[in-house]
């Protein structure tokens, strides 16, 4: 079949032995990793520029470690929130993966495509907790700049 204009209708021409199901939770899959990615790197960028610190760089292992744990973050602060909120219906129906706490990101991110696949609502979920990420780092910030090295608070005279 072909389709007019060059459309992305064949985006998946080759990969036929995969059903449409797959392709879908490829597509999820990809959309979950971009938007985790996003609103780290997000949050960290905003981080660096507040505090007066230069933009994170590739090639730096100190910014490398700081966006792994807003991932852990994130990922930590969705299963909470999310799961908290499902029925037991819902829960039921999770296709939770099964896996040690060894996996790390890759079974929390699992998690969160089962999530995204299951709730209509989940990507409105996503940014309630991308907020709260957000505004969690920026108060952080605000404390960490009202105390002194020692950990007391600054006092105006």
Not at 34 to 55: F, K, W
């Amino acid at each position: 079949m072909t389709t007019p204009f060059g459309t992305s209708l064949g985006r998946y021409a080759d990969d036929r032995q995969h059903g449409l199901k797959a392709r879908i939770d490829g597509v999820i899959h990809e959309r979950l990793q971009q938007a985790i990615d996003a609103a780290c790197l997000d949050t960290m960028v905003e981080a660096h520029r507040r505090s007066g610190r230069p933009p994170p760089v590739d090639d730096s292992v100190a910014d490398r470690n700081e966006f792994h744990a807003l991932i852990d973050e994130l990922l930590e602060l969705l299963e909470a929130t999310i799961l908290l909120v499902i029925d037991p219906e819902q829960r039921g129906r999770l296709d939770r993966p099964r896996g040690d706490a060894t996996q790390g990101h890759a079974s929390r991110f699992a998690t969160q495509v089962a999530l995204a696949k299951l709730l209509p609502d989940y990507w409105q979920r996503f940014e309630a907790c991308r907020t709260e990420l957000t505004t969690r780092h920026e108060q952080s910030r605000a404390g960490a700049r009202h105390t002194s090295p020692l950990g007391a608070p600054h006092r105006s005279r």
